[in-house]
Nanobody, 128 residues
């Protein structure tokens, strides 16, 4: 079972990037998929999550209106489109999945320890 995130890079403030996370080893079509990020010296923080059908999404306040999460279950892939990037978005971005979480009941989806599977992370650097 593997999650592989890619698409990170160096971008100027105001620019955009699209991250992808490809899952392999099992079918993730029924999993909650999420993106977290971790800046140097800081704890891993929730960015966004999406339910299995794509009909329900949640975002951290810091990225709401700028980031969009989506998924393609035929490709076992989740995406994070990031627009209007800011220097404070600089971090390693991780994708995660879990088949037990349910969105809309509580905020457990914001907690890293609730997720069973994790990707290796992709670095996003936003220069000012």
């Amino acid at each position: 079972v593997q999650l592989q995130a890619f698409g990170g890079g160096l971008v100027q403030a105001g620019g955009s990037l699209r991250l992808s996370c490809a899952a392999s080893g099992r079918t993730f079509s029924r999993d909650i998929m999420a993106w977290f990020r971790q800046a140097p010296g800081k704890e891993r923080e929730f960015v966004s999550t999406i339910n299995w059908s794509g009909s329900n999404t949640y975002y951290a306040d810091s990225v709401k209106g700028r980031f969009t999460i989506s998924r393609d279950n035929t490709k076992n892939t989740v995406y994070l489109q990031m627009l209007s990037l800011k220097p404070e978005d600089t971090a390693v971005y991780y994708c995660a999945s879990d088949q037990r979480l349910t969105l809309g009941i509580n905020d457990d989806y914001t907690r890293p320890y609730e997720y069973e599977y994790w990707g290796q992370g992709t670095l996003v650097t936003v220069s000012s």
